[in-house]
């Protein structure tokens, strides 16, 4: 049985992946506000994507600066070893749950997150949280592009010396900034074609890079025998709770965002064990040489050093330090344009398919990481887990709670392809706009991100990602009972 409220919205029966094929041989007339081929369906016949291809697309999106960055900074917070690379694994595995939910739709219908997200909002009131999502991306293409500067310059201080100025770092960053953009140009084969030869390449040079580090260190002893620095379990929880919540948080927007990659899936199976394959071996793995090589820099330095590109600047061995640093590029472009970019630009796209393609979307989307100043956000540990991490995760999971209680709870995987592109149909709502869905997202940000305002329910906030999405999902899903039946 399907369900609608009189004069908002109707769900209708499954139209099979059929609808999709239909759509793009132009036999149903399509909205041009609505659609433009970067945003229709992806036919049967043009899904290449593999088991291999979803495994390696997470090797090369998790083997990243931020990753490590990630590990280090629990380390640098007080856990030691074990602590932080189970805290990572846990935050992998619940992620993985949303990833995969929201991934049946792409696989199913073929079609992008800006459009699979106008079943839930109506199809204009889905630019909200797209552009929310699209924003927070903004910020990552940014973050990843600023280290990728930061290495190049690190570079240059090895092969001219001379010419790595203080202002040399702005030159480079501004290069990286023209490589990222020139790759999106390219198109999405250029990404798929980058993730398959760089994520073996990448675990090869970190591993590289642990074993080296590790000897200079006295091996793997002293640099996992460091104990953690809380005194008791309270204080453990205390800094375990928002740091748990910051590793949701890190994969949050691609939770969103996966059928951007899903709706090129062969099928659901290879989309489904190629990521749970990928996604938490690879952050478990790579984050595991994070912990390890920070611990490493504690016993030659006496300190913690987060920053990989730091850490690599105090070695005077030029032949191992440039190996590092171009993984460190190679690394960063992987995970910039598969993560940071396909979603921004789909969604800038789905503002005004006419007149902003994916390639115009995303030269919007690195326009707006300059604005965002990524040297900031990247401060220290701190504001990077417990402010941008945790901070964000408040606005994409209430997000992700509408998007799953409205396609699994609500309309049991059924989707009518044709309506999502086109004015008047069922997923018009209130001129285009879902109120539902509005008060179920604006509820559960609210809650989420309150505890910043209220010291005493702090809690809120260090779960911003979880209270999110479960006041969202119930109120969408208790708000959208009341709709009467349709044929």
Not at 79 to 96: C, D, E, H, K, Y
Not at 394 to 409: N, R, W
Not at 452 to 459: C, E, M, N, Q, V
Request: with cysteine.
């Amino acid at each position: 049985m399907a369900w609608a409220a009189p004069n908002e919205q109707r769900v209708v029966p499954e139209r099979e992946p059929r609808a999709a094929s239909r759509l793009c041989e132009n036999r149903v007339v399509h909205d041009p506000g609505l659609y433009n081929e970067d945003l229709a369906p992806v036919p049967q016949s043009r899904r290449s994507w593999g088991l291999y291809s979803y495994a390696s697309l997470w090797v090369a999106m998790s083997v990243c600066i931020p990753t490590y960055m990630l590990a280090s900074g629990l380390i640098a917070g007080g856990m030691n070893w074990w602590q932080a690379v189970g805290t990572i694994l846990l935050g992998n595995l619940i992620v993985l749950v949303p990833m995969l939910l929201n991934a049946h739709a792409g696989a199913k219908y073929g079609i992008p997150f800006p459009v699979f997200i106008r079943a839930s909002f109506g199809v204009k009131g889905a630019n909200l949280p797209a552009i929310l999502r699209a924003l927070v991306a903004c910020g990552w293409f940014g973050i990843q592009t600023w280290i990728g500067g930061q290495a190049i310059h690190s570079m240059l201080q090895i092969l001219w010396p001379a010419a790595a100025t203080p202002g040399a770092v702005w030159i480079c960053f501004g290069a990286f900034w023209l490589l990222n953009m020139l790759v999106i140009w390219r198109g999405i084969e250029t990404i798929r074609f980058l993730e398959g030869i760089g994520a073996p390449f990448m675990l090869g040079v970190g591993l590289l890079l642990l074993w080296w580090i590790t000897r200079k260190a006295g091996g793997f002893g002293p640099v996992l025998s460091a104990p953690g620095k809380f005194s008791s379990t309270a204080d453990f929880l205390h800094f375990f709770v928002p740091s748990l919540t910051a590793m949701v948080g890190f994969w949050a927007t691609v939770a969103l965002n996966i059928p951007d990659f899903t709706r090129y899936a062969t099928s659901q199976r290879a989309q489904m064990i190629g990521q749970a394959l990928g996604l938490p071996a690879a952050m478990t793995l790579y984050s595991f040489i994070g912990v390890a090589v920070t611990s490493a820099s504690v016993v030659l330095f006496g300190q913690a050093i987060w920053d990989p590109v730091t850490l690599i600047g105090k070695f005077h061995q030029p032949l191992v330090a440039f190996i590092a640093l171009i993984a460190i590029l190679l690394a960063t472009l992987n995970t910039n344009v598969a993560a940071n970019v396909v979603s921004p630009s789909n969604d800038f796209s789905n503002l005004n398919p006419r007149l902003i393609s994916f390639r115009t979307g995303g030269v919007i989307t690195g326009v707006i990481a300059l604005m965002m100043m990524p040297w900031k956000l990247l401060g220290d540990y701190s504001a990077y887990i417990f402010g941008w991490l945790v901070g964000y995760s408040g606005l994409l999971g209430p997000i992700a709670g509408v998007m799953i209680a409205d396609y699994f709870l609500v309309r049991h995987r059924r989707l009518n392809v044709d309506d999502l592109y086109r004015r008047g149909g069922v997923y018009e709502y209130r001129n285009g706009v879902n109120p539902k869905a509005l008060v179920a997202l604006g509820l559960g940000i609210a809650i989420a991100l309150l505890g910043l305002a209220i010291p005493a329910i702090r809690w809120l906030y260090d779960y911003a990602w979880f209270v999110g999405f479960g006041v969202s999902a119930a109120i969408y899903t208790v708000l959208m009972r009341g709709a009467q039946p349709v044929d």
